[in-house]
């Protein structure tokens, strides 16, 4: 096997999903380029969670991650991008790293067509939070629509005529506060913040390191 085939074995398309985004974007952080790299051999020697080393190759790894998933972890990419086999996803910021994620995720029939890995992202999660916030007030609420209007807004589960929505185009907290509404999520409970809202506008979220 030449060694170009050694990284195509793996689809493109792979690389374009969500759960393999996150990895090439730790690949691309400082503590994850390897230790020694042998371009003869095309393997690397990464830093590990423990005391041993990581051995990694294009095609495996000896790291938790690729022995659970069989799938390129973080270390693979490193070595991959390094050895100019890839290009990794780039992102400035949290923020830039979370939009791209959201945007890898296919619809789905779920409500709202949403993927339901979407809510799991740390910039919706903090909206899904903040739907019983002070000052929201639901009127209009049309059950059998699945519609109503919320702080001004006309809002279905798909979409909402508020700023945050018509930036981002994913859920705003008017939409879990409708889907929430119509049973179809849960109340979110009470929890410290973990992240702080700038004062600009409902666009960006900081999170508290
Ligand atoms: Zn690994
Ligand atoms: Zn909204």
New binding site residues.
Partial sequence: MDNIAKWSQWPADLHQQPDQIKRQFSAAEPKNQPLELDDKTLTGI?AGSGKKP?T?TLGK??????VKRKLP????YSLAHQLGYTELHAAANDYDKSMTILASYPSTNGWGNWHPGIHKDWTQKERYKRTFEAGMTVKSLLVNEQTAVINGYNVNLKECTCPDFNERKYPCKHIYRLAVELGILEKPLDEAPRYQVSSEGTMFVIKIK
């Fill in positions: 990464f990581y990694t790894c000896t790291c938790n991650d690729f972890c973080k270390h693979m």
